[in-house]
């Protein structure tokens, strides 16, 4: 065997092991992105305006509000901020909407978790090709190793 071929293999088999336990883990990663959330939101009440930007960000792109809902907001002893609203006020984002009627129902965490979960099925897919096309490089790579090995013998 070519120590290509070994190399190879045992890169492919990593990135199988890498593959099987991410897709295992699956539920935990979803937990950790729920728990993040929910502690971003507490800061967000508090001194750290980085994640209040991140929050008013995120809130108007995904078109989102909260972790789960609007009443995340409550939660933190905090008004809605605008970024909730579909239609913000003109004045700048630290008003707050006028009515929970007026706000985005769906929460953030569902949105982004959708979002993640559409970007893994094109890394896994990606991901596939390029096994297969590893797998077939680790054959051509043992039948070269055995043809030299062949030669060299005659």
Same mark, same amino acid.
């Given at each position: 065997?070519?120590?290509?071929?070994?190399?190879? #293999?045992?890169?492919? &088999?990593?990135?199988?092991?890498?593959?099987?336990?991410?897709?295992?883990?699956?539920?935990?990663?979803?937990?950790?992105?729920?728990?993040?959330?929910?502690?971003? $939101?507490?800061?967000?009440?508090?001194?750290?305006?980085?994640?209040?930007?991140? /929050? =008013?960000?995120?809130?108007?792109?995904?078109? @989102?509000?909260?972790?789960?809902? /609007?009443? =995340? /907001?409550?939660?933190?002893?905090?008004?809605?901020?605008?970024? @909730?609203? +579909? =239609? +913000? +006020? *003109?004045?700048? #984002?630290?008003?707050? @909407?006028?009515? +929970?009627?007026?706000?985005?129902?769906?929460?953030?965490?569902?949105? $982004?978790?959708?979002?993640?979960?559409?970007?893994?099925?094109?890394?896994?897919?990606?991901? &596939?090709?390029?096994?297969? &096309?590893?797998?077939?490089?680790?054959?051509?790579?043992?039948?070269? *190793?055995?043809?030299?090995?062949?030669?060299?013998?005659?």
């Amino acid at each position: 065997m070519g120590p290509f071929a070994v190399l190879l #293999l045992v890169i492919f &088999i990593v990135e199988l092991a890498v593959g099987i336990a991410a897709a295992v883990n699956k539920n935990e990663v979803n937990s950790v992105l729920k728990s993040a959330l929910r502690n971003s $939101l507490g800061n967000s009440t508090h001194s750290s305006d980085v994640d209040r930007k991140a /929050w =008013d960000e995120m809130q108007m792109k995904l078109k @989102c509000c909260g972790v789960e809902n /609007w009443r =995340d /907001w409550e939660n933190v002893s905090v008004p809605l901020p605008a970024s @909730c609203c +579909p =239609d +913000p +006020p *003109a004045q700048p #984002l630290k008003q707050i @909407c006028a009515t +929970p009627a007026t706000v985005y129902s769906v929460g953030c965490y569902d949105t $982004l978790k959708t979002k993640v979960k559409d970007g893994a099925i094109v890394i896994m897919g990606v991901g &596939i090709g390029l096994a297969f &096309i590893q797998f077939i490089g680790i054959v051509f790579a043992f039948c070269l *190793a055995s043809a030299i090995k062949r030669g060299e013998e005659k």
